[in-house]
């Protein structure tokens, strides 16, 4: 009976796609649009039959023995125990399992997330600073290979560009506090963390606007680090990017080259965490 909960159970979820219309069968989580968001989605969904299995099991049991140990009229009280080796060893065992196996998804999926592309089409340096970002577009044909930037403030936040299935490098900068890069429809979150480059590949797979945000908490403007980011086609990222470049948006943003430097230490310092 709890095996046939279980397999009706696994058969709805496997009728949910990270693409489908309807949030119930996407399990909550946005339409996805990127490469990355398959990997996450066997995570999330392998967490829901996983949990719906040990309901099943936990429930049915306490629901069991209700029924099977009720009070009854002859008021016999059943047997008392001090201990049961086989269930208690059961009760240790049981999880270290499940986490482990947890683990092991976790772990394999993680590597397919951080994959590096062999030579991405795009590489843009993000700087999440107090509290704004700033995305620098390296090397693109549309400035004839000079790179262009958006930064924006807590006022005015900056608009993040990309283009619908050509790949993206990111590398993140921050000059102050831990910050963390995250767009939910690519289901990809990443720390910005100051003092270190974390970078990761990725392709977007949907053209859209979307909200970025930042996930970690920064500080008092922490709330005002939402970005939007459009993915568009190719010659509207060009158009976009001359744009930028007729702006005067050339080099890199003003206080950008403090990313590589962490504010309150000595060169001699800095150097010797690079
Ligand atoms: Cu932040």
Not at 48 to 66: E, K
Not at 175 to 203: A, R
Not at 206 to 230: D, N, P, Q
């Amino acid at each position: 009976m709890k095996l046939a909960a279980i397999a009706i159970g696994i058969a709805a979820l496997s009728g949910c796609s990270p693409v489908d219309d309807h949030d119930l069968t996407r399990l909550a989580l946005p339409i996805a649009a990127s490469d990355r968001s398959q990997a996450m989605w066997n995570v999330w969904l392998g967490a829901w039959i996983a949990a719906l299995a040990v309901f099943v099991l936990v429930f049915g049991l306490i629901v069991w023995s209700m029924i099977r140990f009720r009070r009854r009229s002859d008021d016999e009280v059943p047997d008392q125990v001090r201990y049961n080796l086989p269930i208690e060893a059961l009760y240790t065992i049981a999880p270290v399992i499940i986490v482990a196996i947890f683990f092991f998804h976790t772990v394999t999926s993680q590597n397919e997330m951080l994959e590096k592309v062999d030579n991405p089409d795009h590489t843009i340096t993000v700087v999440g600073s107090k509290w704004q970002w700033a995305f620098n577009y390296i090397k693109e044909p549309a400035t004839a290979e000079e790179p262009v930037y958006d930064a924006g403030t807590p006022e005015d936040p900056a608009d993040l560009f990309l283009v619908v299935n050509e790949s993206v490098r990111f590398d993140l900068k921050s000059p102050d506090v831990i910050h963390s890069f995250w767009v939910p429809e690519f289901y990809f979150k990443l720390d910005v963390i100051p003092g270190k480059v974390n970078s990761f590949d990725m392709t977007p797979t949907r053209e859209g606007t979307f909200t970025g945000r930042c996930a970690e908490l920064c500080g008092l403007y922490h709330s005002r680090m939402i970005f939007k980011v459009h993915v568009v086609s190719r010659a509207e990222y060009d158009q976009h990017l001359t744009e930028l470049k007729a702006a005067g948006n050339v080099g890199s943003p003003e206080g950008f080259k403090d990313a590589d430097t962490l504010a309150g230490l000595d060169e001699a310092e800095n150097g010797a965490g690079n």
